[in-house]
């Protein structure tokens, strides 16, 4: 069997070997480039949801940044890709490519960045991860390791690739987004710095980049190593390849006054976001009210961020003010309602006020955007209060997913659902022999509710006739919570040698008592 399966690991591996269309190299890859594109597609939207959202507050930004990855993709060695660029409304500083060109630059990395040059060495990099198949490797070699070759032979029989596809478009982007590995990392650095000289930049501002964030990775500040390095390790390895790579090319521009111009909004707007920093520290410590005091401030130099309402909000909640945070909710939603967060925490709210049309109407339009745990737990105990247990059990079951305390709630949602759903497995048995020989059995209600109109069906061993002993028995009594019932089954063993002949004993149906 174990050579078997090594067999098969090897001819998966052998069926899944690709050329890198960057570098000319075999890859592994159980992924197809439309599957990639796929993927990237139907992730794209989610993911930038649950980093904040699109970046609004200044539309110009978000065309130039589009605008400079555009330029790059063209002299890339896939310009046919489906490339998009959008700017993150993320403090945080990093960006990222799904598979199929879909990249995201954070406005935490862009006020770090002094010219377009650097930008172009940021939007280079991600470009090569798209292009280089990157994501789609790792999505393949991460699926290897953590289901065993076996199992993966199993799931692509048929259609190589096609499991691993399904798998991957469901994980989310933390299945591409994960830390790149060494090798990934310089190639994206290496052929990175050739689409910006193609494009026509100063290929030095990849080193300068690449030494900025060396230099800011021994803060060691938690936003960085949750971000951008993350995912993209900084080097010393990394500056020295880059600095190699430098006179390979002639100078070009770094359009430095230019880059300034676009990004003049996030700048202005620093103070602001400084103060919502210090909020949310504040709100960490849970102290609500200075974080009000903080917010005061930040909606005072910039109060079209909704992020700072929603802030607001949590911190409304915290004082037990629902009123207040219920408003501030509302006022984030007015100035993004594209957002699925401020949905969220209204309907959150809503729903612990007693609102829960209202709560309703705002959960399902957070769930429409992104489909959290939290948004999937409320909306199953409003499809629960209504008595739509099929749908209950269906948004309690994704809740579950949850590794914190949502997911021990709504586990325990389910057993209340399908007590609701199928109450007869809620039923206990054991079995004993009469003073004569007859089977008797012991039923015991082991749910929270009192059961009625229970059938049980009883099947035997052989009779002496040869054939199954079988009945179908209607309990004419009520069982009340933790209560047992021993009844006579009337079916009779007839050979000694059948004393310990065990007979199989199911409940077919039972009502609960309302």
Same mark, same amino acid.
């Given at each position: ?373 939290? &948004?999937?737990?409320?909306? #199953? %105990? !409003?499809?629960?209060? /209504?008595?739509?247990?099929? +749908? ?5 079951? @994704? &809740?579950?997913?949850?590794? #914190? %305390? !949502?997911?021990?709630? /709504?586990?325990?949602?389910? +057993? ?5 759903? @199928? ?10 022999? /009469? ?80």
């Amino acid at each position: 069997m174990r050579n078997g399966f090594v067999a098969l690991a090897v001819s998966l591996i052998i069926a899944g070997c690709s050329v890198n269309p960057v570098t000319g190299k075999s890859q592994l890859s159980f992924i197809s480039p439309q599957q990639e594109v796929a993927i990237g597609e139907k992730n794209y939207a989610p993911s930038r949801q649950s980093q904040g959202g699109d970046y609004y507050l200044d539309p110009a930004l978000q065309t130039y940044i589009r605008g400079v990855g555009k330029k790059l993709a063209a002299v890339s060695d896939r310009p046919d890709l489906p490339y998009e660029f959008i700017v993150l409304n993320n403090r945080v500083p990093n960006a990222w490519a799904l598979p199929g060109g879909k990249i995201a630059i954070n406005v935490g990395l862009l006020v770090l960045l002094e010219d377009e040059a650097q930008l172009a060495a940021v939007l280079g990099h991600e470009i090569v991860h798209a292009a280089a198949r990157h994501g789609a490797t790792q999505m393949t070699t991460g699926t290897l390791a953590n289901i065993g070759v076996a199992a993966v032979g199993v799931a692509v029989q048929g259609q190589p690739g096609e499991q691993l596809y399904g798998m991957a478009s469901q994980l989310g982007s933390a299945a591409w987004m994960a830390k790149y590995g060494r090798d990934d990392e310089l190639e994206s650095d290496y052929y990175g710095m050739g689409y910006m000289a193609k494009a026509g930049y100063e290929v030095q501002g990849a080193v300068e980049l690449q030494e900025t964030f060396v230099e800011l990775s021994k803060s060691r500040e938690a936003d960085f190593f949750s971000g951008l390095f993350a995912s993209h390790p900084p080097s010393a390895q990394r500056v020295a390849a880059n600095k190699l790579r430098v006179g390979d090319f002639a100078p070009g521009e770094r359009y430095r006054q230019r880059y300034q111009q676009a990004i003049a909004q996030l700048t202005a707007d620093a103070p602001a976001y400084a103060a919502e920093k210090l909020a949310t520290q504040a709100l960490a410590d849970e102290e609500p009210a200075l974080a009000i005091k903080h917010l005061d401030k930040a909606v005072a130099l910039q109060s079209a961020e909704a992020q700072f309402w929603l802030l607001r909000g949590q911190a409304w909640t915290m004082l037990e003010k629902p009123g207040n945070a219920e408003k501030s909710y509302t006022t984030a939603i007015a100035k993004n309602d594209g957002l699925f967060s401020p949905y969220l925490a209204r309907g959150i709210v809503r729903y612990k006020q007693g609102k829960k049309s209202a709560a309703e109407i705002d959960l399902r339009r957070s769930y429409t955007l992104l489909p959290t745990a939290a &948004a999937s737990y409320y909306l #199953g %105990e !409003l499809a629960l209060d /209504s008595k739509q247990y099929q +749908q209950a059990q269906s948004y309690f079951q @994704q &809740a579950a997913q949850d590794r #914190g %305390e !949502l997911g021990n709630q /709504s586990r325990a949602k389910i +057993q209340q659902v399908n007590l609701q759903l @199928q109450p007869h497995t809620f039923l206990a048995f054991s079995q004993a022999v /009469s003073s004569k020989g007859a089977l008797l059995v012991t039923v015991v209600n082991t749910s929270s509710r009192a059961m009625r109109s229970i059938v049980l069906k009883i099947e035997g061993p052989l009779g002496q006739n040869g054939q199954s002993q079988t009945r179908t028995i209607n309990l004419s009594k009520d069982l009340q919570s933790g209560q047992q019932l021993t009844i006579n089954t009337g079916l009779n063993y007839f050979l000694p040698d059948q004393q310990v002949a065990r007979f199989r004993i199911a409940a077919q149906s039972a009502k609960l008592i309302e």
